[in-house]
Structures are given as C-alpha cells and as structure tokens.
C-alpha cells in the first residue's frame, strides 16, 4: 500500500519516537485499508460472474421462446420457458459454481421407467425344479405279459406241437384199445442284456438338483421303450399271422372275426392291442356311410376302457402302422434272468479325474411267446 511505502522510505531521517508514532497511527489504519481493498475486488469478481450469469440466462431464454412458438404452432400450449427459468432460478447458486470452475453440474430429462431402460441385470425369477418330461408309453409289454424269473442265462420249456398220431375212441369188446402219441419240443429261450447309460458331470449335478429324480425317471422311460420295441419285434416274428379276408369289413368286425378264429381253437382271448389312432377309429365307426356313428351292442366302454365282447382293447404306441394284436396273452412271459437296475458310478473309466458321473440302466431279459398259435397277429389293411 503507498502509506506503508511513505513510512518506509521516510524512515532514515525520523527519530525512534517518530517511527514508532508512524507505525502506531498506520496500524490503526490497517483493517479499513484492508476491508476497503478486499470490498473493491469481491465487488468486480461478483459483477464479473453475474454479468456472465445474466448473458447465460438471456441464451436459455432465447431459446425457451423459440421452443415454445414451435409447440405452440403445433397445438401445444405448455410454457416449457417457465419450467426451465424456474429450474434455472431455484438452482442458482449452483450454476454459478459451475461458472466459475468449482463444481460440475448435470442435467437428467425424467421420463416412464421400463425393465429395458431402468433395469440392470436380470429381473427376479421364480423356477419349477420339476423337468416336463416327454411322456412314457401308454402301456408296455410288461403290462400285458407274465413274468419268469431264472438263475441261469437260457429258459427251456416243452412245448406241444403237431396234432400227434392216433387217437381216443371206443374199444370194442375183445380188440386192442386205441394208441395215441405226443411230440414236444424243446424250446431255447436266451436272455440279453438291455441296457444304457448316461454320463453328466458333478457340478451339473450340484447346480441342478433336479437330476436327482430327473435322469433316473428318463432311463427308466427309455428303458421300457427299448423293452417295447425289441418284444415287439419278437412277438410280430412268431405269433400267427392273420388269414382273414378283410374286403368290406370294418375295423370292430375284423377283430371280431380273429376273436372267433382263436376261439374256434380253445384260446380264450383276454387282449386286443392296437395303435391309438386305430382305437379312436373304431369309435368313429358309422351305421353305414352318412347315417352317423353307431357301434354295435358288441362294443362298450367301461370306466374309459373300450371293449370289444368284453375283451378290453389297449393303445400302444410301440406297434407299427395299421398292425394289431388279439389273443391270449397267459401265452408270452417275459423271462428275467437279472431284473432291471440303475446304479450310478463316480469310478466308472475316466470320471475320478474328470469329476464325471455315470448313471447305468441295465437287465437281463427276453421274451418268450410260448404258445404262437395263441396270438393272432394281423393288419387293417390287408387285402
């Protein structure tokens, strides 16, 4: 300041009591020298910032007034320059921070929050620890046959065949009575191992615990339509093929007809099986062509099973097209030698040092249609 500069160059020429003086009356001086220098400059810096601020808002407002004569010659007549000179009031002094360099400050449009825009990561779920399952088969051969457990790996039973030679009659008085012979064979019956296996790792296993009842309910499935089809394939191999002329017949009165053939043999016939859309045809069966659907009395359903003369007809999907089954089946056995198992392994091969699981499906069985002239074997549509 000058008056601390006129003291200091005037200095050498004062006594000790006059330089004391001077700085006495100089320090008494000293705040309002002070307060009068800072008020000057705090009163440009403020005029600086607010001329600014003032040619900012004039920039905003501008262009709130242009915003709002285009809406309003669009048929709106919102004063959007209201809301943003409000904004831009009430946060003043934070605009002026960011004037002058002090602060940062940032502007978000609020709008209508949707999972796509507002949400990150995945939105809560609810899980049913239940696999859907494909379905098993409506019904399998085990259903429909005995069973014959052996200890060994071959079942043999004597069969009769041919009528045999002679004959029973009545003796007459004095004569040799009547002779009558037998042949039987010896029937082989070897069992085989059906089997199959899957393979998963163990942390599947931890992070789905519903393989737990999942893979063993699959094998078994699986299982039983191997078992299906390979008894089928037997069982088509061996029974009596149908000789009946079908021209002109319907689907109920061709069965009809095997029932009557296998009767006429002694067979007491406890089952037909047919394909399901070979079942719902027959449901479908009319009076005659036009006149609507009439099964005859012969025909009823009891509690959801349809019977044909009492004898209740089975769907199963494991016989081929068209084909069907009518006979006694107290006839065929399934023969086991090992019934069915499903076991798991951690040892199996390579699953120790790969933390893998095996799951095997296995049994030892085959099919033994012991008396073939007791199962009629035929199709719908051959002529």
Same mark, same amino acid.
């Not at 239940?130 to 088969?137: A, D, H, L, T």
């Not at 012979?181 to 790792?201: E, K, P």
């Not at 040892?347 to 699981?357: C, H, L, P, S």
């Given at each position: 300041? =000058? @008056?601390?500069?006129?003291?200091? *160059?005037? +200095? @050498?020429?004062?006594?000790?009591? @006059? $330089?004391?003086? =001077?700085i006495d009356a100089f320090e008494a001086k000293l705040p309002d020298a002070i307060k009068s220098t800072f008020d000057a400059e705090i009163k440009s810096v403020t005029e600086a910032l607010e001329a600014k601020f003032a040619a900012d808002l004039k920039a905003v407002q501008d262009h709130a007034d242009k915003l709002d004569l285009k809406l309003q010659s669009g048929g709106t007549a919102t004063k959007n320059e209201d809301v943003l000179v409000k904004a831009i009031t009430e946060g003043f002094d934070g605009i002026k921070q960011v004037g002058n360099?002090?602060?940062?400050?940032?502007?978000?449009? $609020?709008?209508?929050?949707?999972?796509?825009?507002? +949400?990150?990561?995945?939105?809560?779920r609810s899980y049913n620890n239940n696999v859907v399952m494909v379905p098993s088969p409506l019904i399998n051969f085990s259903d429909l046959v005995g069973t014959v457990n052996i200890d060994g790996g071959t079942y043999t039973f004597p069969r009769e065949t041919g009528a045999g030679e002679g004959s029973i009659s009545s003796q007459t008085e004095g004569s040799s009575k009547s002779q009558r012979d037998y042949d039987i064979?010896? $029937?082989?019956?070897?069992?085989?191992? +059906? =089997?199959?296996?899957?393979?998963?790792?163990?942390?599947? =296993?931890?992070? +789905?615990?519903?393989?737990? *009842?999942?893979?063993?309910?699959a094998l078994r499935r699986d299982y039983a339509k191997a078992e299906n089809s390979s008894f089928n394939t037997t069982l088509a191999a061996a029974a009596t093929a149908s000789a009946q002329i079908i021209t002109g017949k319907n689907k109920i009165e061709m069965l009809i007809n095997e029932i009557a053939t296998l009767e006429g043999s002694d067979y007491a016939v406890n089952g037909i099986v047919v394909r399901p859309a070979d079942y719902w045809d027959i449901l479908k069966t009319e009076k005659s062509t036009g006149a609507g659907y009439g099964l005859p009395g012969v025909v009823t359903q009891d509690g959801g099973v349809l019977r044909i003369n009492g004898i209740p007809v089975y769907k199963a999907t494991w016989l081929a097209a068209n084909k069907y089954y009518v006979g006694d089946w107290t006839r065929i056995n399934k023969v086991v030698t090992q019934g069915l198992s499903l076991d798991f392994s951690e040892q199996e091969g390579t699953n120790f040092v790969k933390n893998m699981i095996t799951a095997r499906i296995e049994a030892q069985v085959a099919l033994a249609v012991e008396q073939p002239a007791a199962i009629i074997y035929g199709d719908f549509t051959a002529t």
């Amino acid at each position: 300041m =000058a @008056e601390l500069a006129n003291i200091k *160059s005037g +200095l @050498e020429t004062k006594t000790t009591a @006059e $330089v004391k003086a =001077a700085i006495d009356a100089f320090e008494a001086k000293l705040p309002d020298a002070i307060k009068s220098t800072f008020d000057a400059e705090i009163k440009s810096v403020t005029e600086a910032l607010e001329a600014k601020f003032a040619a900012d808002l004039k920039a905003v407002q501008d262009h709130a007034d242009k915003l709002d004569l285009k809406l309003q010659s669009g048929g709106t007549a919102t004063k959007n320059e209201d809301v943003l000179v409000k904004a831009i009031t009430e946060g003043f002094d934070g605009i002026k921070q960011v004037g002058n360099g002090s602060k940062s400050f940032q502007t978000k449009a $609020v709008g209508d929050m949707t999972l796509s825009g507002n +949400l990150t990561g995945d939105q809560p779920r609810s899980y049913n620890n239940n696999v859907v399952m494909v379905p098993s088969p409506l019904i399998n051969f085990s259903d429909l046959v005995g069973t014959v457990n052996i200890d060994g790996g071959t079942y043999t039973f004597p069969r009769e065949t041919g009528a045999g030679e002679g004959s029973i009659s009545s003796q007459t008085e004095g004569s040799s009575k009547s002779q009558r012979d037998y042949d039987i064979t010896m $029937v082989d019956v070897n069992t085989n191992f +059906l =089997a199959g296996f899957t393979r998963y790792s163990k942390k599947m =296993a931890n992070n +789905l615990p519903f393989l737990t *009842s999942f893979v063993p309910a699959a094998l078994r499935r699986d299982y039983a339509k191997a078992e299906n089809s390979s008894f089928n394939t037997t069982l088509a191999a061996a029974a009596t093929a149908s000789a009946q002329i079908i021209t002109g017949k319907n689907k109920i009165e061709m069965l009809i007809n095997e029932i009557a053939t296998l009767e006429g043999s002694d067979y007491a016939v406890n089952g037909i099986v047919v394909r399901p859309a070979d079942y719902w045809d027959i449901l479908k069966t009319e009076k005659s062509t036009g006149a609507g659907y009439g099964l005859p009395g012969v025909v009823t359903q009891d509690g959801g099973v349809l019977r044909i003369n009492g004898i209740p007809v089975y769907k199963a999907t494991w016989l081929a097209a068209n084909k069907y089954y009518v006979g006694d089946w107290t006839r065929i056995n399934k023969v086991v030698t090992q019934g069915l198992s499903l076991d798991f392994s951690e040892q199996e091969g390579t699953n120790f040092v790969k933390n893998m699981i095996t799951a095997r499906i296995e049994a030892q069985v085959a099919l033994a249609v012991e008396q073939p002239a007791a199962i009629i074997y035929g199709d719908f549509t051959a002529t």
